[in-house]
């Protein structure tokens, strides 16, 4: 396979994002029908960590088409896709990430758009797969930048598009389509395929140029019994394959699994028994597009004479939405608010809510941390997590678990009910999607660097080429040429924070504050110098915050900032900033010696009276 011969590039990324999801580096064996490693001009165009040796890709060879994925390679979330064709750019999908505990304070994660921000005219359309946050979070901040871009999707698709617009004061441009619509963008020649996924109106992209044809599938499975009864077209698929399919860009979460996933059908029992067990209120979480979760809930709801209450802002106008364009089918007088709820006894009670990630700030989060003004936890409660469980969130569900069991509700979860069941491909899905399509290349996409490097495999394993097999990571750029695709460079890719209303302002080191702030406290230390007469006249105060240790501990190090900073003014040292720099290295060193692994923030201040001046640094 065509894949990194170093580390993970220069991307802006905790390194803990991946691993619990850190970047993968390891390579499949050496036997004559594994993968292959990307050749010595190809390895010569890698990034590592730092960045250092990222070499940009040559200029673009006209008759190509070129792949640049600027999300959703090597993380579960913010997929986005570059398509470039003799100076014209389609775009696939435009996602957000959710930030993680080691990102405090950051909303959302968006894909850089440097890559593309000066030829944003030379945009055609974006192309969105369906509607999950990983999907189309980012689109409001693209479109920010370009309003009129054409937004092409499904309608459900498009409809939860209008209404994030719609709260950014944004009115978008789009065109819906359905399963065998074809049209044109440019010079691209679109296809759209309906595909099974979580979400209903899910599609995958057949995107045709004179250089050659790529499919992108978007999130899918295999489904045979999907609650709405659109199962993944693989006859469009077959014929599609029948043409000649030059790369096929798949969905890789689930390629590690074995055999195929469960029918969505299949949980309706586990639902069922969960309702019938519980003896007070219900609260079931979930995500807030998951139309098809939702529909079973509220049927389950329905059967035991329970009103649903849909809580949180994105579930209530999401299920809103599905139920007015007919996703979504409420029996009548099931669904209540959260005012009406007050006066319906508790075991006639169903919440619907967000948080099944363990979000904090999530509908869940704050019930199980007895913030949510209208919901509590009581004795014998039944709470159900009914959704997968994003790598990397265990920590942070589990925790959620504790403090509902604390409460005394009883949890149910995939560990003690099949209460959930995959919307991406298992192993054996994508074995028989790759024999159906038969793609001269294939490019994993949609997943961590373990989940691309088990879909290249199953790619090999059903005929194709590992020469052939692209392993591409956020920012590389691939070329596709005369039907060979290989990866040609790479470009600056970073995660780019929202915070508030600031958006890209936050670096990584200041993250790095944030997270001492959080975890190691800071240590603060005043003194007042007089340059003149090379002198501490008052100092130094020590101030602690979030530091277990006394005060009074610290003597022993005043005597000995005193003496290094009399000593540097001596030496010809009078600018401020320079003593503060000198008594952080000494109240640093003690504090290491000291505090052993500990390391808070220090804060130096130094007041220089022949100056009357107070720098901060």
Same mark, same amino acid.
């Given at each position: 396979? #065509? #894949? ?28 004559? *029908? &594994? ?37 959703? /390679? %090597? ?8 398509? +470039?064709?003799? %100076? ?19 909303? /959302? ?21 369906? %509607? ?57 020649? /679109?296809?759209?395929?309906? @595909? ?10 057949? @995107? ?62 586990? $639902? ?11 609260? !079931? ?22 009103? @649903? ?6 579930? !209530?106008?999401?299920? %809103?939405? =599905? ?8 029996? +009548? *007088?099931?669904? !209540? ?33 007895? #913030? ?45 009910? &099949? ?10 899905? $994508? ?17 961590? *660097? ?22 591409? +990571? ?13 990866? !040609? ?33 800071? @240590? ?22 979030a530091v277990a240790e006394d005060e009074s501990e610290f003597n022993e190090v005043r005597a000995q900032i005193v003496l290094d900073l009399e000593n540097a003014m001596l030496s010809g040292t009078k600018d401020t900033y320079q003593l503060q720099q000198k008594m952080r290295r000494t109240l640093g060193g003690w504090i290491g010696r000291k505090l052993r692994r500990r390391r808070p923030m220090i804060v130096p201040v130094v =007041? ?10």
């Amino acid at each position: 396979m #065509n #894949n990194k011969n170093t580390t993970t590039k220069n991307t802006g990324k905790n390194s803990s994002r991946n691993g619990g999801r850190k970047k993968n580096t390891a390579r499949p064996g050496s036997k004559a *029908n &594994a993968p292959q490693t990307r050749s010595a001009a190809a390895s010569r165009n890698s990034a590592d960590t730092r960045g250092n040796r990222m070499v940009a890709p040559p200029k673009y060879r006209k008759g190509s088409m070129r792949i640049v994925p600027l999300g959703g /390679l %090597g993380e579960i979330g913010r997929n986005m896709n570059v398509v +470039e064709y003799n %100076g014209h750019i389609l775009l696939i999908d435009c996602g957000v990430l959710f930030p993680e505990e080691e990102q405090p304070g950051v909303d /959302l994660i968006l894909p850089d758009f440097s890559y593309i921000r000066g030829r944003l005219d030379k945009v055609e359309a974006l192309v969105l797969t369906h %509607g999950h946050e990983d999907h189309i979070g980012a689109v409001p901040y693209l479109l920010r930048e370009r309003p009129d871009i054409p937004l092409i999707g499904s309608k459900l698709t498009l409809a939860f598009v209008e209404a994030k617009c719609k709260e950014h004061h944004i009115e978008p441009v789009m065109q819906p389509v359905e399963g065998r619509d074809k049209m044109k963008a440019g010079p691209f020649s /679109l296809e759209f395929i309906t @595909v099974t996924h979580s979400i209903p109106d899910a599609l995958a992209v057949s @995107v045709r140029t004179p250089a050659g044809h790529i499919i992108d599938t978007g999130d899918m499975k295999l489904d045979q019994l999907p609650l709405d009864h659109k199962i993944t077209d693989l006859r469009e698929f077959s014929r599609l394959g029948e043409q000649g399919v030059d790369l096929l860009m798949a969905d890789s979460t689930n390629a590690e699994v074995p055999g195929f996933v469960k029918p969505e059908t299949s949980i309706g029992p586990a $639902l069922d028994k969960a309702f019938g067990d519980a003896k007070r209120k219900i609260i !079931v979480a979930s995500f807030s597009s998951h139309v098809h979760r939702v529909q079973q809930v509220v049927d389950a709801a329905h059967k035991y004479n329970r009103k @649903v209450v849909f809580v949180g802002r994105s579930m !209530v106008r999401n299920m %809103g939405i =599905a139920a007015d364009l007919g996703y979504l089918h409420l029996p +009548e *007088n099931t669904v !209540v608010d959260l005012k009406e709820a007050r006066d319906i006894r508790d075991d006639q009670l169903v919440y619907m809510c967000t948080g099944s990630q363990g979000e904090p700030m999530a509908a869940l989060g704050r019930i199980a941390d007895g #913030n949510h003004q209208d919901i509590t936890i009581n004795e014998f409660d039944t709470v159900i997590l009914a959704s997968s469980l994003i790598p990397g969130n265990e920590h942070e569900v589990y925790k959620v678990i504790n403090k509902l069991a604390r409460l005394g509700a009883r949890v149910v979860n995939r560990d003690n009910a &099949a209460i959930h069941v995959s919307g991406h491909c298992n192993e054996g899905e $994508l074995l028989y999607f790759y024999n159906i399509v038969q793609p001269k290349c294939a490019m994993p996409i949609h997943g961590e *660097n373990r989940h691309l490097i088990a879909n290249g495999l199953v790619a090999v394993k059903t005929g194709v080429d590992p020469k052939n097999v692209v392993l591409a +990571e956020d920012g590389d750029v691939v070329d596709l040429y005369h039907g060979q695709a290989a990866i !040609v460079g790479s470009v600056p890719c970073g995660y780019v924070y929202v915070d508030g209303t600031s958006v890209g302002e936050i670096t990584e080191d200041e993250l790095e504050k944030r997270r001492i702030l959080s975890e190691e406290g800071f @240590v603060s230390s005043f003194v007042v110098v007089d340059t003149d007469r090379n002198e501490v006249i008052s100092g130094p105060k020590i101030y602690l915050n979030a530091v277990a240790e006394d005060e009074s501990e610290f003597n022993e190090v005043r005597a000995q900032i005193v003496l290094d900073l009399e000593n540097a003014m001596l030496s010809g040292t009078k600018d401020t900033y320079q003593l503060q720099q000198k008594m952080r290295r000494t109240l640093g060193g003690w504090i290491g010696r000291k505090l052993r692994r500990r390391r808070p923030m220090i804060v130096p201040v130094v =007041a220089d009276l022949a100056r009357d001046v107070i720098q901060h640094d």
